[in-house]
């Protein structure tokens, strides 16, 4: 099932490259010919696109899908309109960053900190967000459909119209975030703190 909107992938993200390789469809990496899987060197990759975004800030509207940043400090780095579906964040300091309309369905971003980030019509459905911290970010009409955010803390968060449709919210904390409109269906809710929450979330078929 695919948990993005095909016109966030038409209108919004880079042109789709694919990799070069025989017989692969997976999309080519930032400058490069080819996927994560299949590039030459990755961690010569890695290299570049870490600096890349430090030496500009970040990198808007390019494809870094499946790429390991695992543990990188990226605080404020602006990845605005990227698709990073299915890459490793897993660690990252992304204090302040901008994740406005990424599509990061399936990635890895657990043990990241993104406090006060912005990530306004995001894509993380199926994400991995274990232990994620998003402390006060705006995370408005964000797709956290099927995504894992056990132990996630949105404490303060602003969560207007985001979905939480079949995610895994045990042990979660949501207080003092604003859930105006947030719809959370069929999710798992074992544990989770929603003490002096704003708004009306929609909590439909939940599981506590």
């Known amino acids: 099932m695919e948990f993005c909107l095909e016109s966030l992938k038409n209108e919004c993200l880079p042109p789709r490259a694919t990799c070069s390789h025989p017989e692969c469809s997976a999309p080519a990496v930032w400058d ?16 570049r696109i870490v600096a890349a975004i430090k030496k500009h800030e970040g990198l808007v509207g390019v494809c870094l899908a499946g790429v390991d940043l695992s543990g990188e400090k990226l605080e404020r780095a602006n990845f605005s309109y990227s698709d990073l579906s299915y890459a490793n964040l897993s660690g990252c300091v992304l204090r302040q960053a901008q994740l406005d309309h990424v599509l990061a369905e399936g990635c890895n971003i657990s043990g990241a900190d993104l406090s006060g980030a912005s990530l306004l019509f995001a894509c993380f459905g199926l994400a991995h967000c274990e232990g994620t911290k998003f402390c006060g970010a705006v995370a408005e009409n964000v797709n956290f459909v099927g995504a894992s955010l056990v132990r996630a803390d949105l404490s303060d968060a602003h969560l207007f119209y985001s979905r939480f449709a079949n995610a895994d919210c045990s042990g979660a904390t949501f207080r003092g975030a604003d859930l105006e409109r947030a719809i959370f269906r069929g999710t798992i809710l074992r544990n989770a703190d929603l003490s002096e929450i704003k708004g009306h979330p929609i909590l439909d078929r939940v599981v506590r």
């Open 32 to 47: 490069t010919n080819y996927c994560w899987t299949h590039a030459h060197d990755q961690e010569a990759l890695r290299q």
